[in-house]
């Protein structure tokens, strides 16, 4: 990824937060029985596992909930379960992601979906599914519109996840849909089935290769009839878009008019795809919910898939793993003390239970040199945790021009995560940090003495929940400007 890449992902990572996505579909629990296998079955050809551990957690619909809320989006689930044990343990899951069981309609007669999978030897060897697959009855489907059409109020997009467990069915799609259209929310399918006429007026669905030559009909060996075969289901289903999942090949995204864009896949190892595809759908869904172009969400499922396949059972990504993730690509590992900014407020609420004092100190930090040394010194000697923002590469080049900054935001973040004196950074796209400062309301906040009183970025707001300003001496001699001045002169 380029540097601008970079920072757009991590821009549109930050703006996840707080979009309302609601998630209609198949709801089901996922359990993993994990064990290890020492013996064959003397009663048949079979491996015996002792089972040493067992988890279970939201799947189908549910997993793209967990995908939202991991991410910080504000998910609300939509969909049915049975009268059952299973059903109680489903709510109760959605319950721990913040969600509301309320939107889990009971249809008398119906099982809970489980899908239990039995795992030893890092090796999947067994998949035992418990369902009632047969579609909603019509009273159960009315009441589905219903309070779809009165959750759609309220949300920014709409993700279908269609596990064909008789949720998303012809009769309640066309409604949906239309639903979403008419709240101006844009509409996210995980398909299933050949037929995808039924999600039409979708804006994107997003099939794996088996789906995808199902649904078509047609070859997919290459990225040219991987692009073939998405076109004709734009034309033939009446979709805005297509983004293809394609395992160890990445990804291809297909808009209707536009050129194919084809990812290469972000996963450095893959452990286990269960629910790969439940949070591509939740991560584009939830970046189109925030108002971000397609191409730069399908960007960043691509690399937030890569991050779940490397982890074992149906897992999620959390921001901090996708920072570490998009900074990660420049040969510059990614520095622990590097965060977003919906953690860093975490962490500074824990500091303040603590009773720490939390300073504040932002810059570009171009090319580290000890002046900068000297400020960020005297700032944590006057609090006990110091945070640095740091301008994106974007908010330098508007600020010092196109040829600035020389290092990434991923070099200079790695830079200052390596100084003692440095406890979190966090990268900003604005050109002030005034925002970031209002909505972190530091103890203290620190610029150099070349700066007055009323020239201190966010200094009056500060002040005025009751912190302070320090304006910290400046070691003569130093400045990157200089330095650059140096070297072409």
């Known amino acids: 990824m380029t540097d601008a890449t970079h920072s757009n992902l991590a821009a549109l990572l930050a703006q996840l937060a707080g979009a309302r996505v609601l998630v209609v579909g198949d709801v089901m629990l996922d359990r993993f029985v994990y064990g290890a296998v020492d013996r064959v079955s003397p009663e048949a050809p079979i491996p015996v596992v002792r089972v040493l551990r067992e988890t279970a957690m939201l799947g189908g619909a549910g997993n793209g909930l967990r995908n939202l809320t991991a991410l910080g989006a504000a998910g609300q689930l939509l969909g049915l379960i049975g009268d059952d044990a299973t059903g109680a343990e489903v709510k109760a899951l959605v319950e721990a992601e913040g969600g509301a069981p309320a939107g889990l309609l009971v249809e008398p007669g119906r099982r809970t979906s489980i899908k239990e999978r039995v795992v030893a030897n890092a090796q999947q060897l067994l998949r035992v599914d418990r369902e009632t697959p047969h579609q909603a009855s019509e009273v159960t489907r009315q009441a589905l519109l219903a309070a779809a059409e009165a959750a759609l109020r309220d949300s920014d997009a709409l993700l279908l996840s269609d596990y064909g467990k008789g949720v998303l069915t012809p009769d309640t799609l066309p409604g949906l849909i239309e639903g ?185 930090f171009d090319l580290l040199h000890p002046g900068h040394v000297s400020l960020l010194r005297q700032a944590r000697a006057a609090c006990d945790r110091l945070v640095v923002a740091l ?78 300003v320090l304006l910290a001496e400046i070691a003569p001699g130093h400045s990157t400007t200089g330095t650059l001045r140096k070297l072409t002169g």
């Open 180 to 364: 979403a259209k008419r709240a101006g929310c844009p509409v996210v399918v995980d398909p299933k089935g050949r037929d995808y006429g039924a999600y039409g007026g979708a804006d994107l669905v997003t099939p794996n290769r088996r789906e995808l030559q199902e649904a078509s009909g047609l070859p997919i060996d290459s990225d040219a009839e991987i692009e073939t075969a998405c076109r004709a289901l734009i034309e033939t289903a009446g979709l805005g878009a297509v983004l293809a999942t394609r395992s160890e090949a990445g990804m291809t995204l297909v808009k209707a008019g536009a050129e194919a864009r084809h990812l290469p896949a972000r996963a450095r190892e893959v452990y286990d795809v269960s629910g790969a595809g439940d949070t591509v759908a939740a991560v584009v869904a939830a970046c189109l919910a925030s108002g971000a172009p397609l191409a730069d969400a399908a960007e960043l499922a691509n690399l937030v898939a890569g991050i779940v396949v490397g982890k074992t059972g149906t897992a999620v990504a959390l921001p901090g793993e996708v920072l570490d993730a998009i900074h990660g690509h420049d040969g510059v590992g990614p520095s622990p003390k590097l965060v977003t900014r919906a953690a860093l407020q975490e962490h500074i609420a824990e500091w303040r239970r603590a009773g720490l004092k939390v300073g504040f100190t932002n810059g570009c």
């Open 391 to 468: 301008n994106s590469d974007e908010s330098v080049r508007r600020l010092k021009g196109a040829r600035r900054p020389v290092q990434g935001e991923a070099a200079r973040a790695a830079v200052l995560g390596s100084l003692a004196d440095v406890d979190r950074v966090v990268i900003f796209e604005e050109d002030t940090p005034l925002a970031l400062i209002e909505a972190l309301r530091p103890d203290l906040l620190v610029k150099g003495a070349d700066y007055s009183l009323d020239q201190v970025v966010g200094a009056e707001a500060v002040q005025a929940a009751g912190g302070r």
